[in-house]
Structures are given as structure tokens and as C-alpha cells.
């Protein structure tokens, strides 16, 4: 059976990330107000934090499933120089196992392919690709590209998986899968993709739990003030 290694982040440790991180509080402010991201306080932090952290590694970023640009204008905000490839439908949900994923084809639609590119015009080095992954990858396939980030949004077992299988053997070492909707149990077919996946991989399932200050439901009316994080997180070991 897989390890699995769980990181607890309390209300305490939100706190400590409010009264010093400055311009995550900032972001966190501005982000929620565009009402463009789906993710709460501590999902926010994961990202910001990870992408902080592997700065100093080699190789490029990576966001599949980008729904209207929030999680990305953050991860751009601290990137630096880093390339920053973003895939999406941007038309919702593709096809996919309703059995496994309790979920319906088209459903969280997000901003088009133009609007979102309109969001993140000011910044330098994002580059995006249009359709159902794998399928809208095979140009980036082609090229001698690493990852040292690898933020995975992709909401069903399908494009999860596929996720996986593409980025994994193009992480360096020490670069980071972060995987949403690890314990959404209203998206159960991540989980199984990343359960599955690592199997017959050396890495642990790192699971980041604790409790998040804001969130906007899928209808971008705020949610319950404290709620748990739903992320797990790989780590590549070589």
C-alpha cells in the first residue's frame, strides 16, 4: 500500500501566513474580489508557497485545468523568468466515466481562451494550448522541456491521470505535483488517478490538510469561512 504522508495546516498557521506574508495577503485580497479562482485561503498558499520553493530549481511551470486564470495570475505573480504552460478546454469539462467521476461533461466552465489570455496579458512567458489533453500537448511533447512545478486542476479521473503520465517523468528532482481535489468527495476520480498512478512510483501521496479562510462556490458566492483543503502533493524523488 501507498505511504501517505498527511501535513495538518490549523487556523494557527493561517495566522502566522496573514500577519507575514504580506503580498500573499494581497493577492489573497485582490484574487477573491475578481471572483476568478476556485480555490480557498490555504489552497491559495500551497501554490504560492510551492512555486516560492522551487525557484531555485531548473525547468518550466505547468497548470492543467485553468478555469478562469485566478490560480494562474498567482502563480505568475512569483514565478520570475520561469515559462508557464496553461492547458484547458477553456469549455468546460471534457468527456469523461460518470460513474467515476459523479460529474457531467462541459460542467465547471470557466472563462474562454480569450478572455483568459486578456486576464494575464501583462505577464511575460505564458504560453497556451487549446483542447482535450493529452490531444492539445503533442507540439509541447516535442520539445526537451523539465518541470520543476506542476500544478493539476484537472477535476476528473481521466485528465488526471493523463496529467500524471505526461509530467510525471518530466520532473526534476526535488519538483512538485500539486494535485487539487485529492479529497473533494464530490470529485472522487482525482484521487483515484493519483492512487493508481503511484503505485509502482517510489514517491509518497502528501497530503495537504488544514483549514482555509475563504472560498467562492462553483456559482462565486462565498462559502463557509473554514473549511478543510482538499491537495495532496508529490515531490519527485529522482
Not at 488526471?160 to 481535489?181: A, C, E, Q, S, W
Not at 503511484?198 to 509518497?204: A, F, G, I, M, Y
Request: charged share 25%.
Amino acid at each position: 500500500m501507498k505511504n501517505i504522508i498527511i501535513i495538518n495546516m490549523g487556523r494557527v498557521f493561517a495566522r502566522f501566513i496573514i500577519a507575514f506574508e504580506i503580498k500573499f495577503k494581497r493577492l489573497v485580497r485582490q484574487l477573491s474580489g475578481e471572483k476568478k479562482i476556485l480555490l480557498g485561503f490555504g489552497e491559495m498558499w500551497n501554490i504560492y508557497y510551492r512555486v516560492k520553493n522551487t525557484a531555485m530549481l531548473p525547468g518550466d511551470i505547468a497548470e492543467l485545468g485553468v478555469f478562469s486564470g485566478g490560480s494562474a495570475k498567482l502563480i505568475c505573480e512569483i514565478k520570475g523568468r520561469r515559462s508557464l504552460h496553461l492547458f484547458d478546454t477553456f469549455s468546460g469539462l471534457p468527456p469523461n466515466e460518470f460513474s467515476i467521476n459523479k460529474i457531467n461533461r462541459g460542467e465547471i466552465r470557466g472563462g474562454s481562451l480569450s478572455e483568459v489570455k486578456d486576464y494575464l496579458a501583462k505577464y511575460d512567458n505564458i504560453f497556451f494550448y487549446e483542447g482535450i489533453f493529452p490531444d492539445s500537448v503533442v507540439e509541447l511533447g516535442k520539445k526537451s522541456l523539465r518541470f520543476s512545478f506542476v500544478h493539476l486542476d484537472a477535476d476528473i479521473y481521466e485528465s488526471t491521470l493523463d496529467g500524471l503520465k505526461f509530467f510525471y517523468p518530466l520532473m526534476v528532482k526535488n519538483g512538485v505535483i500539486l494535485i487539487h481535489d485529492y479529497y473533494n468527495r464530490y470529485l472522487p476520480g482525482a484521487k483515484k488517478a493519483v492512487s493508481e498512478f503511484l503505485k509502482d512510483k517510489p514517491e509518497e501521496i502528501i497530503v495537504l490538510q488544514g483549514k482555509a479562510i475563504t472560498g467562492f462556490n462553483l456559482a462565486n458566492k462565498v462559502i463557509n469561512r473554514f473549511y478543510y483543503s482538499d491537495q495532496a502533493m508529490i515531490i519527485k524523488k529522482g
